[in-house]
């Protein structure tokens, strides 16, 4: 059910795109993808109060949202699962400490493929889903076309999985690795 909706901005507004989230200076609209017609509804100020504090603790019981936004804990929770059936939330995670799962090192990892064509993004793309190490994996414009954040523990299992995997991946003619050698900022929240 989480695929069937996305948020939009109105296509004469300016839009910034993160994830999910398309964000309009007006607000935030939720849209169903099997019905393009159908009017977008507008998130309310209570809808964006929950996704602030779920970001920050996606632990909170539903007493304690209700009591922070001000509603029972049946509307809350209402709203809240339409938040769910929407897409708007995709999930709640635990942040694991990666030195506690011997996963220390960050590499940041740009990847310039040998093709721009449709076939070999897709194949790309299936390959960076399937290796557990990725993170995260974008597309972007620019000097190469992809940054991945690797996690493994060290430098030679990164040695290891560059040499066994990263430059087997299709399609991959250069890859540019950049070790991260401290961790700024990790718990960045979309601001709502």
């Known amino acids: 059910m989480l695929s069937k909706f996305r948020l939009f901005s109105p296509p004469s507004l300016p839009q910034y795109s993160h994830g999910i989230f398309s964000i309009t200076k007006i607000g935030f609209y939720v849209k169903n993808l099997q019905n393009e017609n159908a009017p977008a509804r507008e998130l309310s100020a209570i809808d964006r109060r929950i996704l602030r504090l779920l970001q920050r603790n996606g632990r909170m019981s539903n007493a304690e949202l209700a009591k922070e936004v001000g509603l029972s804990p049946a509307a809350c929770w209402n709203h809240t699962r339409r938040l769910f059936d929407e897409g708007v939330i995709k999930g ?29 993004f897709a194949a790309f793309e299936e390959a960076a889903r ?11 414009a620019g000097e190469v076309d992809y940054f991945m954040k690797i996690r493994v523990k060290d430098l030679p299992a990164f040695n290891r999985l560059h040499t066994e995997r990263l430059i087997a991946m299709p399609g991959v ?15 960045g929240l979309l601001p709502l």
């Open 173 to 187: 003619r250069q890859v540019r690795t950049f070790f991260v050698m401290n961790e700024v900022k990790m718990d």
């Open 130 to 140: 399937a290796m557990n190490q990725v993170l995260e994996c974008v597309l972007v």
């Open 92 to 120: 709640v995670h635990a942040l694991v400490d990666p030195q506690a799962v011997q996963r220390g090192t960050l590499v940041l990892v740009g990847v310039v493929l040998d093709r721009s064509t449709p076939d070999t």
